[in-house]
């Protein structure tokens, strides 16, 4: 009798864990790849275009099927640049949509002429 009620709940453990698994990667890779996108951005000439650029391929790369729908948007401030990398992350239940919102944000590198 208690292994009938004992399975289910450890099948239900391991699903958890697993989609937990799906998630934390999930972020990770989005997290990584809106870094790689504000280093490059960052540099001189300044361009968000080849910061999301940057993004998108190592999302192409590192997060192909983890990440569902990656959407990614760099805007530069004053003195930063930001990068953001929404998506969704894989779900092991048909219907459930774990949404992921990661950003970057860097100093925009500034060049000063030599000392003299």
């Not at 999930?26 to 361009?47: N, Y």
């Not at 650029?53 to 003195?79: C, D, I, W």
């Amino acid at each position: 009798m208690s292994t009938v009620i004992l399975w289910p709940v450890v099948l239900l453990l391991i699903w958890l864990i697993t989609q937990a698994a799906f998630v934390y990667f999930g972020r990770s890779i989005a997290l990584a790849a809106a870094e790689q996108g504000a280093q490059t951005a960052r540099l001189q000439p300044v361009s968000t275009a080849r910061g999301q650029q940057a993004a998108a391929q190592f999302l192409e790369a590192a997060g192909s099927g983890l990440l569902l729908t990656p959407h990614v948007e760099a805007t530069t401030g004053q003195a930063t640049v930001r990068v953001q990398v929404d998506a969704s992350a894989v779900s092991l239940l048909p219907g459930l949509r774990l949404t992921i919102h990661q950003e970057s944000v860097q100093p925009l590198e500034q060049l000063s002429p030599p000392p003299r």
